[in-house]
């Protein structure tokens, strides 16, 4: 259903977000991150560069890690979105824990959602594929080293 507010068309849809369906109220041009953070309340997604360079904003999309700052909202429609609130006590948090694998925290989220889409993908990654995927995201606090401790311990206790 397509409305106007202002001479803006926006329009109705329905996102699969953290396995409930969400009815959200769209622009054409409103991201994945803003609709996630702005409209369903979920702000473990951060706006860092807003522009796909920090990964601070990443979310699990049908399996894949994607920086919501650079998808739009109605490409979402019948994927399957995961957000940190939605991962569920998943290894890799307590991982990050146990590790020490932050410091401020503004990108933990992002990191620990592309080291969950990387462990689903890759169960036994060696040493080039998990830089690789370290690659997509920005810490500017702590080394790697602690990630990818937190990383090798989810990968060999599986």
């Not at 329905?14 to 409103?30: H, T």
């Not at 824990?97 to 036994?124: K, W």
Request: proline letters at 2%; aromatic letters at 4%; a negative charge.
């Amino acid at each position: 259903m397509n409305n106007t507010d202002r001479g803006i068309v926006k329009c109705e849809l329905e996102l699969l977000v953290n396995g409930k369906r969400q009815p959200v109220v769209i622009r054409s041009a409103d991201t994945l991150l803003r609709v996630l953070r702005e409209q369903l309340g979920l702000t473990g997604a951060k706006a860092g560069c807003e522009n796909g360079d920090c990964g601070a904003c990443t979310v699990i999309v049908s399996g894949t890690a994607v920086k919501s700052c650079l998808m739009l909202a109605i490409e979402a429609r019948g994927s399957r979105i995961t957000t940190i609130e939605g991962l569920e006590d998943a290894p890799i948090q307590q991982a990050f824990i146990d590790h020490f694998a932050f410091q401020c925290g503004f990108c933990t989220s992002g990191f620990i959602m592309n080291c969950q889409a990387l462990i689903d993908r890759h169960p036994d990654a060696n040493e080039a594929v998990i830089t690789e995927w370290l690659r997509s995201n920005i810490c500017r606090c702590t080394s790697y080293e602690e990630i990818r401790k937190a990383i090798h311990a989810v990968i060999d206790r599986e």
